[in-house]
């Protein structure tokens, strides 16, 4: 017999993924030691009455003798916030710069770093190419043992900003932070680890210890980053019990991401029973008080197809929309081109579908390019085109998406576009199933089979039809069933 290729063109909902991210210093304070990247001022800069007014008004006397008399430097980098606020005196951006500077040179380490901030805040960074005056103060921050600047000039090797990508320099700054138990820095030199490159060696075990240190310094994120290294048995054995644990840990001090991934645990009811409820409890916190995109895309998800919550389209809608609100690149943007392609909740329109996904592929969304290519390669919308079609799933490939490599795979098998190439079909094929496409896994399945571009072996068919069973594809399933009846 002959197995065929799986229907390779999916229109549909997408689901969200994990990202890896750093984290930058971004408080400003007097003694710069304020762990939390998100922190703020909330205290009130006007006085309560005019006692506390006439107060503050001695407190900003005695600031400015002890600078400009004594040379106290904390005096001179506190003096720079009450011009930085407008606190009792007139904001002034010079004087600012003039008394953090001043501090900075009296070895006050908070001084240099709020003029690092100064610099790299008050620049529009899309735009920005220049980073030098941050990373001079940063440096000289570190050099005055002051964590959050060694810190924030990790972040600038780390990314490569005003300086050469440099990852194993980046985690020699964040080392001095993480050792004056900054948990921010330990999390950071984590996820340098777990992605490893740029000088640094990649090491999931030692990635793991600094999340652990992260997370003990009540770093949030560094809880939940260590809840994925459970969860996907990175330098340790796979436990979702210790995933879940330290999820909820992250959650209950709010964090978005762990708050998210809490909730794709009871989704998919990985180490739990699936319970939808729960799910959704987790994911309305992380989108409405936290903020997280993920979890608005998951909610328009249920809501689109009736998961836990009764199928309402507007309210799938709604929260696609916030999703997107919050990142351009967030799949809630290509789910409302989905929902214009199919004409849920709002009327079919082709052409605003389009505009939607061709908009997210030019910005290396890879969704966008994929859909594109469903949609040329259908013909909705737009005439049946299999060579435009090769070009988005060509571009979704690229950018590492795996259902776009299962979809070019397909094209070199049937010779839609190109020429019929069984063995770059199965190349395409195969990375797929590496970037978990269940239809990736399923196709070279089908490759072994039948011998399409490689040695027919029906053990190995069997194998790659099993892992697409164990990514929810019922085809693999069937097939696997069939081998492992006959013997194979």
């Not at 949030?220 to 980053?225: K, R």
């Not at 594109?372 to 060579?387: E, I, K, L, R, W």
């Amino acid at each position: 017999m002959t197995l065929t290729k799986c229907n390779y063109f999916l229109l549909g909902v997408f689901f969200t993924a994990s990202v890896f991210m750093l984290g930058c210093n971004s408080t400003s304070s007097a003694n710069g030691n304020s762990d939390d990247a998100s922190a703020v001022d909330k205290k009130s800069d006007q006085p309560a009455d005019n006692q506390n007014s006439s107060n503050t008004e001695q407190e900003f006397t005695k600031l400015q003798e002890a600078c400009d008399l004594k040379n106290i430097g904390s005096a001179c980098n506190e003096l720079a916030s009450y011009y930085d606020k407008g606190k009792h005196v007139k904001t002034d951006l010079d004087k600012v710069k003039f008394y953090y500077r001043k501090a900075c040179d009296l070895g006050e380490g908070s001084g240099c770093f709020n003029l690092g901030l100064f610099y790299s805040d008050r620049v529009d960074r899309i735009f920005k190419t220049d980073y030098t005056n941050e990373i001079t103060y940063y440096e000289k921050g570190c050099h005055l043992n002051h964590r959050e600047s060694c810190n924030n000039l990790g972040v600038y090797y780390a990314k490569g900003e005003g300086v050469k990508k440099d990852y194993k320099e980046a985690k020699k700054y964040y080392d001095k932070a993480c050792n004056k138990n900054s948990g921010l820095s330990c999390k950071n030199i984590g996820l340098l680890l777990i992605n490893g490159g740029f000088g640094l060696k990649q090491n999931y075990h030692e990635a793991k210890k600094y999340f652990t240190k992260a997370c003990d310094l009540y770093n949030a994120s560094g809880c939940s980053f260590l809840g994925a290294v459970y969860e996907d048995g990175l330098g340790v054995n796979q436990d979702l019990a210790e995933a879940r644990k330290y999820y909820r840990l992250a959650c209950n001090n709010n964090d978005g991401p762990g708050c998210d991934r809490l909730g794709d645990l009871y989704f998919y009811g990985r180490g739990v029973s699936r319970n939808y409820n729960i799910a959704k409890e987790h994911y309305d916190k992380a989108c409405k008080d936290l903020k997280n995109e993920n979890s608005c895309n998951m909610i328009g998800v249920m809501y689109e197809q009736g998961i836990g919550v009764p199928k309402d389209y507007q309210m799938a809608m709604f929260h696609y929309k916030m999703a997107c609100s919050k990142n351009l690149n967030n799949e809630g943007c290509t789910n409302i081109g989905y929902m214009y392609l199919n004409g849920r909740g709002v009327n079919q329109n082709y052409n605003e579908a389009i505009d939607i996904f061709d908009a997210h592929c030019s910005l290396d969304h890879s969704i966008g390019c994929y859909a594109m290519g469903n949609m040329y390669a259908a013909g909705d919308g737009v005439t049946q085109d299999y060579f435009k079609a090769k070009n988005y799933f060509e571009k979704a490939c690229k950018l590492n998406n795996g259902n776009g490599c299962s979809a070019l795979g397909a094209l070199y098998n049937e010779g839609l576009g190109v020429k019929q190439n069984y063995q770059t079909g199965h190349k395409y094929s195969e990375k797929a199933c590496k970037l978990n496409s269940s239809i990736g896994c399923f196709n070279v399945g089908i490759d072994y089979f039948n011998g399409f571009g490689v040695k027919k072996n029906k053990k190995t068919a069997k194998s790659y039809f099993g892992k697409a069973c164990d990514m929810g594809n019922q085809k693999g399933c069937e097939n696997y069933r069939l081998l492992n009846s006959a013997g194979h």
